[in-house]
């Protein structure tokens, strides 16, 4: 038989057997390879008239395979993703391939394998529409002990919002973020950023707003005019030359303990105010007598006016 025949000779198991090895160094090949994924921002492109209406993802998984020294030089910043849904011009869902664009170190050499996933992006499209609605701010939290908020002011009072027919139709009005009340007892300004609860909604025109809170006293406040001090503690041989001058005394505290007060003749609230003149032991004059008032639980002293007297002491006959 000629040399060359031999060639033919079990062809078949020759033939197994070469792409057994081809296949065997493909996949050695495959096995020697590098692969990194990215999780890379997704640029979307419409008509200027057209947003999207459904939530999506805004990144997409990007892989790269290759070998290890094209693999180690790219970054998330090599490559961007691409939906464009320009051609659309009406409202509808529409399905457009998601395309990867390489930079840098991932567009120098074409052995470097680029996959995305999803390929396709499905999405509904609709009409970006404007509206302006009011804000409301969002308060938590207690006030400090005793305080409230009696007013507050929104700057501006209002704000535009953008973004798909069918769902700026439903908004009515937007929240701020939360303004924490906790503990404040003064009047307050401060700024807040303004809530969509809507990754689809935005604010064209800015989402900052200044809340200006009023913090007051949530105590009532009685005042009792002409009340006549009581001299206490006064030498059994003293007596006063003159009755102590009437004062003025201003109070506040709720409502409740107001009830709780002594009432004078006339069934008016009244409260005890003293004078101590324990000190003095002779006749003569106390320049600068203190006095103070006995007041109920819940009730607290504002202001007395006088708070210091001049006592004149005389002995007695």
Do not use: C
């Amino acid at each position: 038989m000629p040399e060359w025949r031999k060639i033919f000779d079990q062809w078949p198991a020759k033939v197994l057997a070469l792409v057994a090895a081809l296949l065997l160094f493909l996949f050695n090949r495959f096995d020697s390879l590098q692969v990194k994924t990215f999780a890379v921002p997704l640029r979307l492109v419409t008509d200027t008239t057209l947003v999207p209406a459904q939530e999506y993802d805004h990144r997409v998984r990007v892989t790269i395979r290759g070998t290890d020294d094209l693999v180690a030089g790219v970054t998330e910043a090599d490559l961007e993703a691409l939906v464009d849904y320009s051609g659309h011009q009406g409202e509808g869902v529409f399905n457009a391939p998601i395309q990867v664009t390489r930079r840098g170190a991932a567009a120098e050499s074409a052995a470097l394998e680029v996959t995305v996933d999803p390929i396709v992006m499905n999405l509904h499209l609709e009409r970006k529409v404007v509206k302006t609605v009011p804000v409301h701010p969002d308060f938590v939290g207690e006030p400090g002990k005793n305080y409230q908020m009696s007013g507050f002011q929104v700057v501006p009072s209002v704000i535009t919002v953008e973004g798909p027919r069918s769902v700026v139709d439903k908004v009515t009005a937007v929240n701020t973020e939360p303004i924490e009340l906790r503990g404040k007892t003064d009047t307050f300004t401060l700024k807040a950023r303004v809530e969509t609860g809507s990754t689809l909604l935005d604010f064209p025109y800015g989402s900052t707003v200044e809340i200006q809170g009023l913090m007051t006293s949530s105590l009532a406040s009685l005042v009792l005019e002409s009340v006549v001090p009581i001299a206490v503690n006064l030498n059994s041989s003293l007596r006063l030359q003159s009755p102590l001058p009437p004062v003025r005394v201003r109070l506040r505290g709720t409502e409740v303990a107001f009830q709780s007060l002594a009432k004078d003749a006339s069934g008016s609230p009244t409260v005890t105010i003293t004078a101590d003149l324990s000190s003095s032991v002779v006749p003569g004059e106390m320049p600068s007598v203190e006095l103070k008032a006995s007041l109920p639980e819940g009730v607290e002293l504002v202001d007395l006016s006088p708070a210091v007297v001049s006592v004149f002491l005389e002995a007695k006959p």
